[in-house]
């Protein structure tokens, strides 16, 4: 199994900026694709970003040139920058980890983002 732990969000005011982190633990030798979803209540979970362990990543449109994704695979953590807030960027941020194309997906508690004046 692998435990995902999720810290950084928070409230913050359009154009601003916040750092996600999260860090997998467990049974695992390496873990292949680690990313962020969110949420927002009636609506389906949504990509974020994803990043694999050889490099490739994935940005959904909206968030292409605020947010970068990146990892520290000696730590199995995951990080998301995200910069020039928008206030419909608020909601449920959840940490993915999957440790091989044939796992399944392994799911954060999640932690909240809000953008608002």
């Known amino acids: 199994q692998v435990q995902l732990v999720e810290s950084g969000g928070g409230l913050v005011q359009p154009g601003g900026s916040l750092r996600l982190s999260c860090t997998a633990s467990?049974?695992?030798?390496?873990?292949?694709?680690m990313g962020w979803y969110r949420q927002d209540p009636g609506k389906e979970r949504e990509l974020v970003a994803t990043?694999?362990?050889?490099?490739?990543?994935d940005y959904a449109d909206s968030v292409k040139g605020r947010f970068t994704i990146s990892r520290d695979n000696g730590k199995n953590t995951v990080y998301l920058q995200m910069n020039s807030l928008k206030v419909e960027d608020t909601a449920v941020y959840y940490c993915?980890?999957?440790?091989?194309?044939?796992?399944?997906?392994?799911w954060g508690q999640g932690t909240q983002v809000t953008v608002s004046s």
């Open positions: 990043l694999t362990s050889g490099g490739r990543t």
């Open positions: 467990g049974s695992f030798s390496s873990i292949g694709t």
């Open positions: 993915l980890a999957r440790r091989s194309i044939w796992d399944t997906n392994h």
